[in-house]
């Protein structure tokens, strides 16, 4: 029913900028919470950043001040602007959203970020 498709991944070096979007179809009425994760090679998933329906925010401190999430409710799409990039932030980026009907999860398909010279 529901389908996230994510895109903007790729290559880039120390410093430059990526955007990342993720569009949800489906049956949706309305998303609470969507959000993206990251998953490093030989590290376990970790939150970097969400955004609720009302607007508020919330990142990991080690992308504050870099990334900026948005989202544009009437297309479901969430985006993750990626500033300033280093070679840490080098991982699979899954996006992730949560609907209030029964408090359901769902989660793109990731796409790759690699930062490097």
């Known amino acids: 029913q529901v389908q996230l498709v994510e895109s903007g991944g790729g290559l880039v070096q120390p410093g430059g900028s990526l955007r990342l979007s993720c569009a949800a179809s489906?049956?949706?009425?309305?998303?609470?919470?969507m959000g993206w994760y990251r998953q490093a090679p030989g590290k376990e998933r970790e939150l970097v950043a969400t955004?609720?329906?009302?607007?508020?925010?919330n990142y990991a401190d080690s992308v504050k001040g870099r990334f900026i999430i948005s989202r544009v409710n009437a297309k479901n799409t969430v985006y993750l602007q990626m500033n300033s990039l280093k070679p840490e932030d080098t991982a699979v980026y899954y996006c992730?959203?949560?609907?209030?009907?029964?408090?359901?999860?769902?989660w793109g398909q990731g796409t790759q970020v690699i930062v490097s010279s």
């Open positions: 992730n959203i949560n609907l209030p009907r029964r408090s359901e999860n769902y």
């Open positions: 489906g049956i949706i009425s309305s998303i609470n919470v």
């Open positions: 955004i609720i329906s009302g607007g508020i925010t």
